[in-house]
């Protein structure tokens, strides 16, 4: 009987027989000799052995010596050893817990790389040591090091693979046996907080970077590099709770456990990018992918620490359109003059989450989407896709799941298939039991429907008036004449295609005249909308509701599934006549909440709400040419537009519609390039606004009599208050002042109260830029009454605003502030996200002048949180100089420089020359702070040649060079030069 020897060198020293300690040795030199030969495997000199044992022994006193050593080897494992009396060998039958710590066992997969270093019990021969025998002693300790370098690494690589497998508890463990082998390695120090993240111990992240933080400094006298403090601050930035939107659960999901397992593994891979999520209509890819988002969020180990947020793409046909779809769901309004798809990839850069875009198909052969999709990929490296489409889109990072039925195997009694079945007919009849037979009838219908979770569900409803066995003869007749017709179309679809025909002939003729009618709404509609365009009564919705023909939502809309609305629309009668009073439906209640003038927020949230059917309507009446309806919607239209901060959409949409015109829509034409001005003015294209705008007023003043009627009054004068806005900002103060003095007479001959206030509000920050706040001061309290007298609060919003600036430049500073933060409140009530973040910043400004830097700071950080958010690069360097000066005057210079070291970075890379002098005057605050006033006094001097500077940053260089020494003014790339080596080294962002 073979017999095996093993050896168990980590840790404390055992030798074993068969798993059973064998007696121990007579000295350690003894068993020195037996590892030493074990571990050499192949044959030992004698002679070696001599050397190394009994080096200061007489030559042969040392060979009598290792020939006692020899005799009790044989004694003990004499069937483990050959012994000659040349050399010493062991053989085959002989192992070491060491044997597979090889240089090449990185390269093994995770779960047996892990088995071999979890035989590492400690150092190799910890506390062995043999009298006498330095060589073998430096022996061990060049064994015990490069062992111990290898546990070392492959600790590091099974971290490494754990992590990208998304195992995140069991890289956590790993991590903390790689820092108690060696605790000084700050990189392992980062990956366990980042570990304690994701698996949802945020405190404890937090609380080891302390740990981490007094170990070095106690051990080494040094401070944890930039990197740890930046994903330090990372962590305190992230909710306790993973941010998520996610459509409602609904019904139970069932079935899918391989998917999604598969999909969670590609999710994890930090190589993947983008997984799509492929499947016919019916399939079940959209609960698949919200049943995935669901996990992702329920579970401890978060997979995405920014969250998990799903797009409906339903409605959505360009890239534009996937923009400001995927915006809304993250809560994104778009600042500034970059381009959305721009500032919606500066966004992300920053954050990890996963976006599931869901209804991908239709924008599959769009080069202009595909090519949105690579910028974002490359812009946001911690950001995933997961799309759900009937197509692939090529790319070369797309990665690709496609979904069959779910699985209907008639010796399966409760496969997926059937079990959803057997569910949805639960729903139907309370109580819904079906016996073996009915059970092999139910997974003969699934068989037919090829496992279709729609089809499924289509066909379990009707087990309420039939029998499975009429339902299944029943598609077996259809499916069999819809083979006939249907020859090009795959299997699946003639099946999906039969259930629709089964569902539709089981219908009422005013059910099926129903369903057609409402499959001209384009996306989710009111009972409202359903009742005015379709006639429907509640019932009916409700009958369809019960068919799963008509899915109702959580905030009582209704929608069609996507394959059933085509389904539906081919048996529309009529489509015309039903467009045509979609259309007029829309417009109506468009009309009637513009009526109530001003728009408030309860109409710009129904606006959001029904834009796809909406743009729906424009589209019809423009295809008309109906000028009379497309200008009751132009209105209100526009002002959603800019409300939602959707500028570029509004200038495209506004832009198409008035290419589409002819020559015989000339004052159409003019309004609409009006809008479009002023939506450039939203983006900071101040030039091509004016252009746009005296090119409307040129075709509104040619007409052969003056546009005495009300309604033109009241276009033209709002299309010169928004002149005067893009020329004021443009630094032509005079000239505002004189085209918003007629726009005003026109305003007041039309008896506009709007109008008024637009004009007036123009005259005011005019007058305000020129220095004369006498004149200014009358004009925007007017503003401030009328629209308080219209009860328009986003009006009093921006009055207010206007009101704490001007008090802030008259050197009033407690009335600014007063100003500004009502202005503030009333912003976020509204959720006018970009005006409260603005009131905050200026109010900021104000306790700045009454040296409430505390309070300074805090009104900064949260106008930087929310400009962060939405993405305006220019608005946020503005915050950050103003932070920076807060803290600096707090005495706070090492958090000071940080924000203006970041606001001089951002401010070089988006060209924003006057933001950038913002960040000037701070610096040259805290270089004076850190007595280096020459270079101060040369920031200070080339300041004093700018034309732009706000009147409350003149006032801080005027009180600045008082206490400076003159210098000669350097050029403005001088100035960031001497900033970049002056300013601690920029902070950097960790990719997590």
């Given at each position: ?5 093993s ?5 404390s ?12 040795f ?15 495997g192949?044959p ?9 044992f ?19 080897l ?14 010493v ?22 779960p ?16 062995f040591?043999?009298?006498?025998a ?11 090091e ?8 492959g ?23 790689r ?21 949802g111990?945020?405190s ?71 997984v ?30 920014d ?14 359109n996937?923009?400001?779809a995927?915006a809304?769901?993250l ?60 197509q ?8 690709v799941?496609?979904?069959?039925g ?17 569910t949805a007919?639960q ?7 079906a ?9 003969d ?16 409803v ?6 499975v ?17 249907y ?9 999906l ?35 005015a ?14 068919r ?20 539906a629309?081919?048996r ?11 259309a ?6 468009l009309k009637r909440?513009?009526d ?28 008309q040419?109906?000028?009379t ?30 290419r ?31 252009e746009?705008?005296a ?11 003056p546009?005495y ?46 109008s ?29 009454q009328?629209?308080?007298?219209l ?6 919003g ?23 933060m009502?202005a ?15 009131a905050?910043?200026n ?6 002048k009454r ?19 939405l993405g ?11 932070l ?14 940080v ?29 004076l ?5 020459k ?32 210098s ?7 100035i960031?030069a ?6 601690l080294?920029?902070q ?5």
């Open positions: 009987m073979a017999h095996q020897l050896l168990r060198l980590l840790g020293v055992t030798f074993l027989i068969d798993g059973q300690p064998i007696k121990r007579s000295s350690r030199t003894v068993e020195a000799v037996l590892i030493y030969v074990v571990l050499q192949q030992v000199p004698r002679s070696r052995l001599v050397e190394m009994f080096p200061t022994s007489e030559a042969s006193q040392a060979k009598a010596n290792l020939r006692v050593v020899l005799s009790e044989r004694k003990q494992v004499g069937a483990f050893v050959d012994i000659t009396d040349q050399t060998t062991v053989g085959d039958n002989v192992s070491t817990d060491c044997s597979r710590l090889t240089a090449d066992c990185w390269q093994l997969p995770a047996r790389l892990q088995s071999v270093l979890n035989a590492y019990h400690g150092d190799f021969l910890a506390g040591s043999v009298r006498d330095p060589a073998f002693d430096y022996w061990a300790l060049l064994e015990r490069r062992l111990r370098l290898l546990v070392l690494a600790l590091e690589r099974l971290i490494e693979m754990q992590m990208a497998q998304g195992d995140f508890r069991a890289a956590l463990k790993s991590a903390e046996k820092l108690a082998l060696e605790p000084l390695q700050e990189s392992i120090h980062r990956i366990k907080m980042l570990l304690l993240t994701r698996t111990q945020r404890l992240a937090l609380r080891h970077f302390a740990i981490a933080e007094k170990l070095f400094n106690d051990e080494l006298d040094i401070k944890l590099s930039e990197q740890a403090h930046a994903l330090h601050r990372r962590i305190l930035e992230l909710p306790d709770t993973l941010a998520y939107k996610l459509p409602s659960q609904g019904t139970q999901f069932i079935g899918r456990e391989k998917e999604l397992a598969d999909l969670y593994a590609m999710l994890a891979d930090p190589q993947t990018r983008m799509t999520l492929l499947g016919i209509g019916g399939i079940g890819k959209t609960r698949l992918a919200q049943q995935l988002g669901y996990r992702l969020i329920q579970e401890r180990n978060r997979l995405f620490l969250g998990v947020y799903f797009v409906d793409l339903v409605a959505t046909h360009s890239a534009e996937l923009v400001d995927i809304a769901t809560d994104l309004k778009f600042q500034g003059q970059q381009p959305p798809r721009t500032q919606l990839a500066a966004f992300l850069a920053q954050r990890e989450l996963l976006l599931i875009l869901d209804n991908f198909e239709q924008l599959c052969g769009d080069p202009a989407t595909l090519a949105f999709i690579r910028q974002l990929l490359e812009a946001a490296p911690a950001c995933k896709l997961l799309q759900t489409s009937r692939q889109t090529g790319l070369t990072q797309e990665r799941v496609k979904l069959d779910l699985a209907h195997a008639a010796e399966s009694e409760r496969s997926d298939a059937i079990t959803l079945f057997l007919a729903r139907q009849q309370h109580g819904y039991t016996d073996n037979a009915a059970l092999n009838t139910i997974a219908i699934c068989g037919l429907l090829d496992g279709i979770p729609l089809a499924i569900e289509l066909a379990a009707n087990t309420r008036q039939q029998t066995g009429d339902i299944q003869r029943t598609i077996e007749h259809s499916y069999d004449a819809l083979a006939t017709r020859h090009n179309l795959p299997v699946r679809q003639r099946s295609r039969a259930v629709f025909d089964y569902s539709w002939g089981r219908l009422s003729a005013d059910l099926q005249q129903l369903l057609a009618a409402l499959s001209i709404f384009p996306a989710a509609f009111s009972h409202n909308a359903a009742a365009v379709c006639e429907a009564t509640p019932n009916q919705l409700e009958a369809l509701v019960q799963s023909l008509l899915r109702q939502l959580e905030d009582g809309r209704f929608r069609l599934f996507a394959p059933i609305r085509e389904y629309k081919e529309l009668p009529d489509e015309n006549a039903m467009a045509r009073r979609h007029t439906w829309y417009t109506t209640a909440m513009a109530d003038r001003p728009l408030r927020k309860v109409e710009f949230d129904e606006i959001k709400r029904e834009l796809p059917n909406l743009e729906t309507a424009w589209n019809w009446w423009l295809a040419a109906d000028v309806n497309l200008r009751l919607l132009m209105q209100p239209l526009y002002e959603f537009f800019n409300w939602a901060s959707l500028w570029h959409r509004g200038i495209a949409f506004f832009d198409r519609t008035r589409a015109l002819n020559a015989d829509h000339a004052i159409l034409n003019a309004l609409l390039t009006v809008r479009i001005g002023r939506l450039y003015i939203s983006i900071n294209q101040l030039e091509l606004a004016v746009m705008v090119e409307a007023l040129a075709v509104l003043e040619q007409q052969d009599t546009p009627d009300s309604a033109e009054l009241v276009e033209t004068s709002t299309a010169y208050a928004i002149q005067a806005r893009a020329t004021m900002l443009l630094g032509d103060y005079p000239n505002t002042i004189k085209i918003a003095t007629h726009g005003l007479s026109i305003a007041l001959r039309a008896e506009h109260t709007e008024v206030i637009r004009n007036h509000t123009m005259l005011g920050l005019a007058y305000e830029a020129l220095g004369n706040y006498v004149e200014a001061t009358p004009h925007l309290n007017y503003a401030l009328l629209n308080r007298e009860d328009d609060t986003l009006g009093v921006i009055a207010l605003n206007n009101l704490g600036n001007l008090m802030n430049a008259l050197g009033d500073a407690g009335a600014a502030s007063d100003y500004l009502e503030a409140t009333l912003f976020k009530e509204l959720e006018f996200e970009h005006g409260e973040a603005t905050l910043s109010a900021s400004v104000a306790e700045g040296k409430n830097y505390a309070k300074a700071e805090q009104l900064q950080r949260r106008a930087l949180q929310i400009k962060r958010r305006n690069q220019r608005s946020v360097v503005l915050s950050l100089a103003m920076g000066d807060a803290l600096v005057q707090q005495g706070n210079l090492d958090d000071g420089v924000a203006l070291q970041e606001g001089l970075q951002l401010a070089i890379e988006v060209n924003t020359p006057d933001a950038l002098e913002e960040i000037f005057i701070s610096s040259a605050d805290y270089l702070a850190k007595d280096r006033p270079l101060a006094a040369k920031i200070a001097s080339h300041l004093a040649t700018s034309t732009t500077l706000r009147d409350v940053t003149k006032a801080r260089l005027e009180r600045l060079r008082q206490t400076l020494p003159a000669q003014p350097p050029t403005r790339a001088a960031i001497l900033l970049q080596s002056a300013l080294p920029a950097t962002r960790l990719a997590l």
